[in-house]
């Protein structure tokens, strides 16, 4: 076999197995490359790309394996809820091919930006920088509100007391009364400027400080998400059966995007309605997903980002025109898409890993000057567009499985078997260790569903210990 | 104060989440002090026979074997192999000063040793860099044979030359080529001068 088909062969089989890791739950691309350490490049970068697509799948139907596939989770399993989940990952598979190819098309010009030593050094100095911007971008674009001022809301059915007096002025459906009481009446029970035992309960409305207070969840769950990164990878890894590779990320990350997911469908009670399979969907419009594809270079620039980043600079920059759910997946398949073909272009182009999967090939010849490319940089660039392709076709086959069991399983038994299996190889990678983990993760990664925010903020359990260790 | 408002504003729900978290934050943060190594000399390796521990020592020298590798380290008092799962990346060199977390345990010739993974064996700083002249007469006896750079100023004394710091440490030096008198990083190796009875580098390189 020559040495092109035998690299072929390699991205086939990488292509198979990554998809696989990322359809069975507990497992992860990570966990396949820890085993497969020193395998040829093409498997692990076609099991890196083709493991990325299937996670959409999986995702949809079993919950997120990791933050990428998380940042798909609100708009698709709203579809899910209507017996729209084959859609739905239809619709994020072909904008993740889409940003794939797109972001693969942009590639040399990002080995072109970064062939001097200058370039890189320049990026590394300021990598610490831009990750704080970025974090204070993600805060101050949440948009979250906090009602902070007391207040008291008109309820005739439930009332705790009753209010009189004037009307002084009204800010929208919130009247003050003349001894400063602040009433809200979204019932239209005051009529003129007198309010006569009007029954009421308290309440909280807005207030001038209400935007600021609003950063507060968010920024609440980084720090926690911090610490606790802080924590579990200052953990060495030691699995009880003795297998390779353990790495306190698996618990880590399937705590803090994953296992919430699957908590709250545990909670849910209620069986997916039946699925309809989508034969035919209309392909997205190019803007967003060149929003996505684009956005998703700061995964290949800057450590400890994920698609989920992407995905929020993606819709900052599309604003307007991410209007629907069905835009929302496109641009977050592209964004998703995009992720892995720049973290290619990082590990090709600035020898940097941004993935377990491509952590453990070999290094490749740094792919500088840009002509001719290294004989490395086709390699892996062939073997990356394998993975996508079969990761595509993979992911959609798969889809049309999971909906149909989707449909058929006992509401909890999903879920809870998928829990079940992130603890069993939590444990078996990590030890008891690897269960604390786990389960402090699932608490940390509950708040942002609780509170309201963008999960993508928990992403600071990476990006805090990374800062810790520029700085201190 | 504001802790308890912030609290008294979240749901029970939310306070049992935030509980549980700081609680599995406050527990790894134990278990990663439990689990943490403790740094001991070389010379008290046999004391902490069984216990995971950090050394740190200068690389004497590198056995590549077929299941991994042997490096053996030096300090002021003692040289004990660390016996590695595979072969340190980056690779070794002499001299480079190595700190290796590992257990604490009896090498095949039954002296205390080291067992590490390579990837918890890390350079502290490289046989390359200089020190200072007061660093390397402090740690001379753990150096000697080893390759050492040194910073200082050069000076002719006594017919030959010396390296000094301008704080009254000073170190013999021999050059084949001789340098300008000022300032100087040197490359050689530290060797102890039975005629001086002091140790003297032997410079390859010099700027």
Redesign the interface.
């Known amino acids: 076999m020559s040495d092109d088909a035998a690299a072929l062969a390699e991205a086939v089989a990488g292509a198979f197995l990554g998809a696989l890791s990322s359809l069975a739950p507990g497992f992860h691309v990570n966990t396949l490359a820890a085993f497969a350490t020193g395998a040829p490049a093409p498997f692990l970068v076609a099991a890196f790309v083709s493991a990325g697509f299937a996670a959409l799948a999986a995702g949809v139907f079993l919950g997120a394996p990791d933050e990428g596939a998380a940042a798909a989770n609100l708009p698709a399993h709203a579809l899910l809820h209507e017996g729209r989940g084959h859609e739905a990952v239809r619709r994020l598979v072909s904008g993740a091919l889409a940003g794939f190819l797109l972001a693969l098309a942009l590639l040399p010009l990002f080995a072109w930006a970064f062939q001097g030593r200058d370039a890189l050094r320049l990026l590394s100095a300021a990598t610490p920088w831009a990750l704080v911007a970025l974090l204070a971008l993600f805060l101050a674009t949440d948009g979250k509100r906090l009602a902070y001022r007391r207040a008291w809301r008109i309820a005739p059915a439930a009332p705790e007391r009753r209010v009189s007096g004037r009307v002084v002025a009204r800010d929208g459906a919130v009247a003050t009364l003349a001894d400063g009481t602040r009433l809200v009446d979204d019932l239209g029970w005051i009529e003129g400027d007198v309010v006569r035992d009007a029954p009421v309960a308290a309440t909280r409305v807005h207030g001038p400080l209400s935007r600021a207070l609003g950063l ?1 969840p968010g920024l ?1 769950v980084m720090l ?1 998400a911090g ?2 990164g802080q ?2 990878l ?3 890894a030691e699995s009880p059966l003795g297998l390779p590779g353990g790495t306190m990320l698996l618990p880590l990350l399937a705590g803090l995007f994953g296992a919430p997911a699957l908590v709250l469908a545990l909670g849910h009670g209620a069986a997916a309605p039946t699925q309809l399979v989508a034969d035919r969907v209309p392909p997205p419009r190019a803007g967003p997903l060149a929003a996505g594809a684009l956005s998703a270079s700061l995964v290949g620039l800057l450590p400890t980002l994920s698609a989920g980043h992407a995905v929020a600079v993606a819709f900052a920059a599309a604003r307007g025109r991410v209007a629907d759910r069905e835009t929302a997946l496109a641009v977050t398949g592209a964004a998703a898409g995009g992720a892995m073909a720049w973290s290619v272009a990082a590990w090709l182009a600035l020898g940097r890993a941004r993935s377990g999967a491509l952590a453990a090939a070999p290094t490749p010849e740094r792919w500088s000057p840009l002509w001719p490319a290294p004989p490395d940089a086709t390699t892996a660039l062939t073997a990356a567009l394998v993975g996508a392709l079969l990761g595509f076709a993979l992911a959609r086959f798969a889809a049309r499985g999971l909906a149909r069991m989707a449909a058929r399983t006992p509401p909890a038994a999903l879920p809870a078997g998928a829990l079940a299996l992130l603890a069993l190889a939590s444990w078996a990678f990590t030890g008891a ?1 690897g269960l ?2 786990l ?2 993760g699932t ?2 990664g ?2 942002p569903w ?2 309201g925010v963008r999960r993508t903020h928990a992403m600071a359990a990476l990006t805090l210990p990374v800062l810790e260790r520029a700085w201190l | 104060m504001i802790l308890a408002r ?1 609290a008294s504003a979240m ?1 029970l ?2 306070r049992v ?2 509980a ?6 406050a ?3 134990a ?2 002090g439990l ?1 943490a190594p403790r740094d001991v000399a070389l010379e008290d390796l046999a004391a902490a026979e069984g216990s995971r521990v950090r050394v740190t020592g200068h690389v004497a020298s590198l056995r590549v074997h077929a299941r991994g590798a042997v490096v053996a380290l030096v300090d002021d008092a003692r040289r004990v192999d660390v016996w590695l799962d595979a072969p340190p990346e980056p690779a070794l060199s002499r001299g480079d000063r190595v700190a290796a977390v590992g257990l604490a345990g009896r090498g095949p010739d039954g002296a205390p040793a080291l067992s590490a993974r390579a990837a918890d064996l890390a350079r502290l700083e490289p046989a390359e860099s200089p020190r200072s002249v007061a660093d390397v007469t402090a740690r001379a006896r753990a150096l000697e044979g080893l390759p050492v750079a040194v910073r200082g100023e050069a000076t002719r004394h006594l017919g030959g030359w010396v390296v000094h710091d301008g704080a009254g440490a000073s170190l013999a030096a021999a050059f084949v080529r001789a340098p300008e008198p000022g300032p100087i990083e040197a490359w050689g190796t530290l060797r102890y001068d039975a005629k001086r009875a002091a140790y003297a580098l032997e410079v390859d390189r010099w700027r």
């Open positions: 507060a609440a926690l610490a606790l924590a579990a200052a953990l060495g260790p604390v983990v389960a402090t608490a940390v509950l708040l609780r509170w | 912030v749901k729900h939310d989440l935030v549980l978290a700081l609680a599995g934050i527990g790894l943060q278990i990663a689990a």
